[in-house]
């Protein structure tokens, strides 16, 4: 025991630091020795051991993160040197550059016949501003300023860059010793003598010279940084210098400040490659619409000016463009062109044509015309195109079916019930405007159902809300017709841009900030809180934008159609009152003094017939415009993708060979014999196939509701007759004179 404590003692980890070398010295160790010797037993690792481990193993990471470091930051001032060496060359093959283009200047300056001709290339040619700034100073030490002999002058480019002209060679040239990019370089000289005055009567007749001394057109800026080499005569004959008064009055130093704004040659490149890019595609459209000119070559219509096609027809009044256009189209058998500014339209007017138009696939896409309105209304089930349009009509047609909007009858009935007690207050008064008071009980309606809001518009809450939607329809039908407010850049610099921006930003807010709110107040489900639920189903259906965009478009869509038809059903009914008649008898029938019910609406067939009428002589939407997508074939014709195709509905609901009386209002067009007689496709209030309207239903039960509420209470007057009342558009049929003016009396 006592020789492994004197081992363990003699080992120099458990030497204590306080051991002098003496003490080390007289301790004994014998390892070989074998007295006493007991078996070893295991030991631990000494915690000195440990740590000292830990400590170098965090030194040798700490050196590797600090080497790692240094070599980052080699690398990266290694790369910086590369790119000032290259910035570097770059700026040394400028300045070469810029020195050969300062000795051809010289040169031509050395010609007394060629500085006028310079002078006036830089103001005329290349545009550049022309500002001179020559100052005479007085200065005693002036040798030269009494005789014309030439004098010590200093010129100074920007105020920075020191010149002199030397007396004796009359040169001018930087001081290059302070030049910052090589401080070594000398200037070269060039000895120019100045010429006497004597010897400078050439110059006074020329008329170059001339010019320049009256107008003093030298007037070119240098950037401090640019190097320059410029030797040039200055001839004090040759400057108007005005005169400064002085102490001496007998010398004047010579200061002129040149300054060049731009590099002209850099920028006459530039603006010539956006020109030739500019002119390339305006000729490859030119070629491409011209392609789709040579294929409507057999079509028939009117007669086409260069350039401008078929153009000056709506180059008019915006309430006779429609006029025009319907009479154009009546003129010349289906299909038949037209061309605006280069851009050509098919026109079909032929339901058996339109039938073949409606069922193909190839041709289920929106024109580009209705980017305007997809500005306004977002994109929605109207403006939309492609797979997602398919997918979300897919999902949201079952929201308009009949089974499901049946349970917005009792808020239909609500409303029209406040509408009908409103309007007592102008019974047995003079005419009025009706469609004022309909557009406010079809705004709370839709909102109602659609979003799930009580916005009480029939209270003249959402008045200004509601003349905002009615201009900024107007406005996306003017981009519609007229070409030249297409053009975007041209559309910005005029006040309707501002006008429809401050529209759209009204319907968004107001449509935004109701969104959160439909579930919460009404006891039916909205239109709204389906389309949520259907978002909970399939994940990618729409965003919180574009629920916003259907919402936006299911509210437009409803409120102008059902305002619209309903002022034109009542002005009808006003004006034929043995319609009217009819209408009040079958309700008295099918009603008698029941409460109104939706099964009643059903059994109305006089009303339904009025109102198929209306929707003939005053269509939703009167044309209707598709894309090509792909060569189809209607009827021989051969069309090519990328045609625009017009179905004009508005020339079908009037065309003679399907309606007995095309311009009157005659419901019995709509008798059942009638009907089989008459192509399907001749009526088409709606749109068809996969485009047409799934608002139908929910729009018809609105329109219904309404009118048999209004006339139960009431009957109703209008002077004149349906020729009276030429009709306009902007994105649905009006009244040109925007008047819906009817006088209702109390029935007894």
Same mark, same amino acid.
């Given at each position: 025991? $006592? ?9 120099? &980890? ?93 040169? *031509? ?22 500002? /001179? ?38 040169? +001018?040239?930087?001081? =290059? ?44 800026? +240098? ?29 004047? %130093?010579? #200061? ?37 000119? &040579?294929?409507a070559e057999g079509l028939q219509g009117p007669k ?11 180059? &008019?009044?915006?309430?006779d463009i429609f006029e025009n256009l319907v009479e ?50 977002? !994109? ?12 979300? $009509? ?5 929201? =308009? ?31 009025? %405007? ?11 309606? +839709? ?13 003249? !809450? ?13 406005? *996306? ?81 409803? !409120?102008? #159609? ?43 067939? !006089? ?108 009957? *109703?007057?209008?002077?004149? /007759? ?14 040109? %004179? ?9 029935? *007894?």
């Amino acid at each position: 025991m $006592k020789n492994c404590k004197k081992m363990v003692s003699n080992h120099s &980890c458990y030497v204590s630091e306080s051991t002098t070398d003496e003490e080390t010295g007289d301790m004994e160790y014998a390892p070989n020795s074998r007295q006493n010797k007991l078996p070893r037993k295991p030991t631990r690792t000494p915690k000195c051991f440990s740590k000292n481990a830990l400590m170098a193993r965090e030194n040798r990471l700490k050196k590797k993160m600090y080497i790692t470091t240094l070599e980052s930051q080699v690398a990266s001032l290694s790369a910086d040197n590369k790119k000032m060496t290259q910035l570097h060359q770059n700026q040394s093959v400028l300045v070469k550059e810029l020195k050969n283009e300062v000795k051809y200047l010289k040169s *031509v300056l050395g010609n007394s016949e060629h500085i006028g001709k310079l002078i006036r290339a830089i103001n005329f040619s290349t545009g550049i501003p022309i500002k /001179s700034s020559i100052d005479r100073r007085a200065s005693p030490s002036s040798r030269d300023a009494v005789n014309k002999s030439p004098i010590a002058q200093k010129i100074v480019p920007n105020g920075e860059l020191p010149q002199e002209i030397r007396p004796e060679t009359a040169c +001018v040239g930087y001081d =290059f010793t302070r030049h910052p990019w090589d401080e070594t370089e000398k200037l070269s000289q060039n000895n120019i003598n100045f010429p006497t005055p004597e010897s400078t009567s050439s110059y006074y007749d020329n008329s170059d010279i001339d010019e320049l001394k009256k107008s003093l057109l030298l007037d070119i800026d +240098v950037p401090s940084n640019m190097d320059v080499f410029f030797d040039d005569i200055i001839q004090e004959d040759l400057l108007e210098v005005p005169e400064k008064s002085s102490s001496s009055g007998t010398s004047a %130093d010579l #200061t002129i400040n040149l300054q060049e704004e731009e590099d002209v040659g850099m920028n006459f490149a530039y603006y010539c490659a956006e020109v030739f890019c500019i002119l390339a595609l305006f000729l490859a459209k030119y070629l491409w619409r011209k392609s789709r000119k &040579c294929a409507a070559e057999g079509l028939q219509g009117p007669k086409r000016l260069p350039l401008l096609g078929n153009a000056l027809t709506v180059w &008019c009044k915006d309430e006779d463009i429609f006029e025009n256009l319907v009479e154009c189209f009546s003129k010349y058998p289906s299909p038949m062109r037209f061309d605006i500014f280069q851009q050509l339209f098919i026109i079909f007017r032929e339901p058996a044509q339109v039938e073949k138009i409606f069922s193909t696939s190839a041709l289920t896409a929106k024109d580009d015309i209705y980017k305007f309105i997809k500005y306004f209304d977002g !994109e929605g089930l109207i403006s939309g195109s492609g797979a997602k349009w398919k997918k979300d $009509k897919r999902l949201l047609s079952p929201l =308009f079916l009949k089974r499901n909007i049946v349970q917005y009858f009792g808020v239909m009935l609500n409303h029209a019930q406040i509408l009908a007690g409103i309007l007592e207050q102008e019974a047995d008064r003079p005419a009025f %405007d009706i469609q004022h008071y309909l557009h406010r009980a079809v705004a709370d309606i +839709v909102n109602e159902t659609i979003i799930g809001v009580q916005t009480n518009a029939q209270c003249g !809450e959402l008045d200004d809300f509601l003349s905002c939607i009615g201009r900024g329809y107007q406005l *996306v039908h003017e981009r519609m017709v007229k070409p030249w407010l297409q053009v975007e850049f041209i559309f910005r610099l005029t006040p309707k841009y501002k006008e429809l921006t401050q529209t759209r930003q009204v319907l968004r807010q107001v449509k935004k900030s109701h969104s959160h709110l439909g579930p919460k107040e009404i006891a039916c489900r909205t239109i709204l809180e389906q389309m949520l639920d259907i978002r909970d189903e399939v994940p990618d259906f729409s965003t919180d934008e574009e629920l916003i965009h259907h919402m936006t478009t299911f509210y437009s869509a409803s !409120e102008d #159609t059902a305002t619209s038809i309903c002022s034109f059903a009542l002005v009808m009914m006003g004006m034929y009152p043995e319609y009217q008649k009819r209408v009040v008898e079958e309700m008295h029938s099918v009603i008698g003094c029941e409460e109104l019910r939706e099964e009643h609406l059903q059994r109305l067939d !006089e009303l339904q017939m009025v109102l198929k009428e209306t929707l003939r002589l005053f269509p939703i939407a009167p044309l209707l415009l598709r894309k090509v997508s792909q060569n189809i074939e209607i009827d021989g014709f051969n069309i090519p993708a990328g045609t625009s195709l017009v179905v004009s509905i508005q020339n079908i609901h009037r065309d003679p060979r399907f309606w007995a009386k095309p311009n009157d209002f005659y419901p019995e067009h709509f008798l059942p014999e009638a009907v089989k007689k008459r192509h399907p496709y001749a009526y088409l209030p709606f749109s068809a196939g996969a485009r047409g309207c799934i608002g139908k239903p929910y729009a018809y039960m609105i329109m219904k509701t309404l009118l048999v509420t209004i006339l139960r209470k009431y009957s *109703v007057e209008a002077v004149g /007759s349906l020729q009276d009342k030429p009709i306009t558009a902007d994105i649905s049929v009006r009244f040109k %004179d925007h008047s819906y003016a009817v006088r209702i009396m109390k029935r *007894v």
